[in-house]
């Protein structure tokens, strides 16, 4: 049964910080990996979407990478702002077509 | 812009009430979705359905129903509501694509008390 777990769980950094947030999965048979940002109390917003056969996705200040052989992504955000405060998901869609999400880890940029 | 809008942000219902949720979507999507999201326990899947009037379960579907008479709707049904059913319910939609890139979108979640 896939897996996916989020690591660390809460981060708190100062603004201007480029940082990383972590993501595994158990089970390498994915069809795309896909970071979403969640505010307190609403919906989620998709970030990046990676197809199984990419490596990397950029938009803007993000950047989200996939090694799928080794489970892991990783979303990378440069130059971090206070608005950047919130949930960040991860979420593989499996060989059925279902979106599996980790936990969340939840991200605090200071001024 | 793709929009999931759901029919309410905050419900409180009793114990043994019949309880809907609707969601509607204006991009002519296929694939709906219908998630329930606690603490500690991320999202899990209640149901899907990949056209009108189809349906498959989820990870947890005990205790709902849905319909899908509709492309652009799809209602979760709490047959009974129970205390255990307090929770943010998100309803999602996607394009059944056939390059497995199916990205989807949220809509800004329902929080059903059960009092």
């Known amino acids: 049964k896939q897996e996916v777990t989020q690591i660390p769980a809460a981060l708190s950094v100062p603004e201007g910080e480029n940082l990383v947030l972590n993501c595994s999965f158990t089970d390498s048979a994915i069809y795309n990996l896909q970071w979403f940002r969640q505010d307190p109390g609403k919906g989620l917003t998709s970030l990046l979407l990676?197809?199984?056969?990419?490596r990397e996705q950029t938009s803007g200040r993000l950047n989200a990478s996939l090694d799928k052989s080794s489970g892991r992504s990783t979303l990378y955000i440069a130059a971090s702002q206070p608005g950047d405060s919130a949930t960040y998901l991860c979420?593989?869609?499996?060989?059925?077509?279902?979106?599996?999400f980790g936990s969340g880890t939840r991200l605090l940029v200071r001024p | 812009d793709v929009k999931v809008t759901q029919s309410s942000r905050y419900l409180v219902k009793r114990t043994g009430e019949k309880v809907f949720l609707e969601c509607v979507q204006d991009?002519?999507?296929?694939?709906m979705f219908w998630y329930r999201q606690d603490p500690g326990l991320g999202l899990r899947l209640i149901y899907f359905s990949y056209d009108v009037k189809m349906k498959e379960k989820g990870d947890i579907p005990e205790g709902y129903s849905v319909s899908r008479e509709k492309k652009e709707r799809f209602s979760l049904i709490l047959e009974s509501a129970s205390t255990n059913q307090t929770s943010m319910y998100l309803c999602?939609?996607?394009?059944?694509?056939?390059?497995?890139?199916?990205?989807?979108?949220f809509g800004p979640g329902t929080r059903l008390t059960v009092l």
């Open positions: 979420a593989v869609m499996d060989s059925s077509y279902k979106l599996i």
């Open positions: 990676i197809q199984s056969s990419q």
């Open positions: 991009m002519d999507h296929e694939n």
């Open positions: 999602a939609s996607s394009f059944r694509a056939r390059t497995g890139a199916r990205k989807q979108f």
